[in-house]
Antibody, heavy 122, light 109 residues
Framework: QVQLVQSGSELKKPGASVKISCKAS????????MNWVRQAPGQGLEWLGW????????MYAQGFTGRFVFSMDTSVSTTYLQISSLQVEDTAVYYC???????????????WGQGTTVTVSS | QSALTQPASVSGSPGQSITISCTGT?????????VSWYQQHPGTAPKLMIY???KRPSGVSNRFSGSKSGNTASLTISGLQAQDEADYYC?????????FGGGTKLAVL
């Protein structure tokens, strides 16, 4: 079945970096882009951007350029989110999510990873 | 883009209907038919309930429906059930990015 499996929880100190993985299975990896969404404790969902898995070209939401980097390895059907210079405010659950394609357009996010908790604390 | 505006909470009794609004702008909700709605239970990943404003993915109950008027989209849940108690988020495409609403907590009393 189609699924996205993310790497485990991370505990980091401020200023460190973290790299989260999202392994796709059950479908052709390069057929769908991959989105990243985060949710701070007790807060709502926030779209970070997406990566075109066909070209490797990333697109970042406003406010998520510079410290946030999307990458991928097609040989293992995996996308990555790396966050550098971590701040306490980056503490959140990070989700990868595959979009639903309807008539050639991405119209929503229908397959989600289980989420990766990143805790930034000194 | 600024987050879409949703009420913080709504409530209803079993069997009743409720509607959650999602207000955006002419740059997102008002210009595109790409509004989606997500249900999230505590500690779990969001689940797609509605896409393209009023379409349901396979497996989603027909008690869930969506609509849009101008810059405001709405999610209606009819025949409320206890398991509908969750957080609900709207999301809209905005030209080159996606933006979520702040979320609405639904309580089934």
């Amino acid at each position: 079945q189609v699924q996205l499996v993310q790497s485990g929880s991370e505990l980091k100190k401020p200023g460190a970096s973290v790299k989260i993985s999202c392994k796709a299975s059950g479908y052709s990896f390069t057929t769908y882009a991959m989105n990243w969404v985060r949710q701070a404790p007790g807060q709502g969902l926030e779209w970070l951007g997406w990566i075109n898995t066909n070209t490797g070209n990333p697109m970042y939401a406003q406010g998520f350029t510079g410290r946030f980097v999307f990458s991928m390895d097609t040989s293992v059907s995996t996308t990555y989110l790396q966050i550098s210079s971590l701040q306490v405010e980056d503490t959140a659950v990070y989700y990868c999510a595959r979009p639903l394609n309807s008539g050639g357009y991405y119209v929503g996010l229908d397959i989600w990873g289980q989420g990766t908790t990143v805790t930034v604390s000194s | 883009q600024s987050a879409l505006t949703q009420p913080a909470s709504v409530s209803g009794s079993p069997g009743q209907s409720i509607t959650i609004s999602c207000t955006g702008t002419s740059s997102n909700v008002g210009s595109y038919n790409f509004v989606s709605w997500y249900q999230q239970h505590p500690g779990t990943a969001p689940k797609l309930m509605i896409y393209e404003g009023n379409k349901r993915p396979s497996g989603v109950s027909n008690r869930f429906s969506g609509s849009k008027s101008g810059n405001t989209a709405s999610l209606t849940i009819s025949g409320l059930q206890a398991q509908d108690e969750a957080d609900y988020y709207c999301c809209s495409y905005g030209g080159s990015s996606w933006v979520f609403g702040g979320g609405t907590k639904l309580a089934v009393l």
